[in-house]
T-cell receptor, first 115, second 112 residues
Framework: AQKITQTQPGMFVQEKEAVTLDCTYD???????LFWYKQPSSGEMIFLIY??????QNATEGRYSLNFQKARKSANLVISASQLGDSAMYFC????????????FGTGTRLQVFP | EADIYQTPRYLVIGTGKKITLECSQT?????MYWYQQDPGMELHLIHY???????EKGDLSSESTVSRIRTEHFPLTLESARPSHTSQYLC???????????FGDGTRLSIL
């Protein structure tokens, strides 16, 4: 079974609008962490936001926020006020368990922002 | 900004050559990782290290090898490159736990 599932291969959004990128995860470990990364066409991976399984509040970083629904095992990324520079691949990743730092990545969502 | 560097950025080379991809970080992180990524696909962990003289294979089997003689340096070697090794290779480092992994710019490797 897939540990991290990103069901949207591609998304389009108009500039200045908000967009939600979906991520669901599968783990039986009560301790885990969820990360979102952005990968522009140049190839580097840019860390955006982190949510720990015990965090009480949804994480926010500037225009990025994480809609964390623990019971549904979902950790959707919300980008507010989209900009043309937000066009990129977005990957959700999970660190599973307390004793590992390895990340498991989803297949990614390609976001395209149009004027 | 994370200080992790990968060289070369691009490499096109013939089959059978020995290749070393360099990765260095100046953050003093004990934990370092190598990922392989085909175009438009997810990242797969191929090697990781939790400190000097410690290396482990990742979840994706790879013919490459790694070494960790110094904290800041984590090179990846392919003894005899083949076209199936064509991919992007990304190096990362972290403090671990809830801290994110910081990535280099990657090496795009093409074996002819």
């Amino acid at each position: 079974a897939q540990k991290i599932t990103q069901t949207q291969p591609g998304m389009f959004v108009q500039e200045k609008e908000a967009v939600t990128l979906d991520c669901t995860y599968d783990t039986s470990d009560p301790s885990y962490g969820l990360f979102w990364y952005k990968q522009p066409s140049s190839g580097e991976m840019i860390f955006l936001i982190y949510q720990g399984s015990y965090d009480q509040q949804n994480a926010t970083e500037g225009r990025y926020s994480l809609n964390f629904q623990k019971a549904r095992k979902s950790a959707n990324l919300v980008i507010s006020a989209s900009q043309l520079g937000d066009s990129a691949m977005y990957f959700c990743a999970m660190r599973e368990g307390r004793d590992t730092d390895k990340l498991i990545f989803g297949t990614g969502t390609r976001l395209q922002v149009f004027p | 900004e994370a200080d992790i560097y990968q060289t070369p950025r691009y490499l096109v080379i013939g089959t059978g050559k020995k290749i070393t991809l360099e990765c260095s970080q100046t953050m003093g992180h004990d934990k370092m990782y190598w990922y392989q990524q085909d175009p438009g696909m997810e990242l797969h962990l191929i090697h990781y290290s939790y400190g000097v003289n410690s290396t482990e294979k990742g979840d994706l089997s790879s013919e490459s090898t790694v070494s960790r003689i110094r904290t800041e340096h984590f090179p990846l070697t392919l003894e005899s490159a083949r076209p199936s090794h064509t991919s992007q290779y990304l190096c990362a480092s972290s403090l671990g736990g809830h801290q994110p992994q910081h990535f280099g710019d990657g090496t795009r490797l093409s074996i002819l």
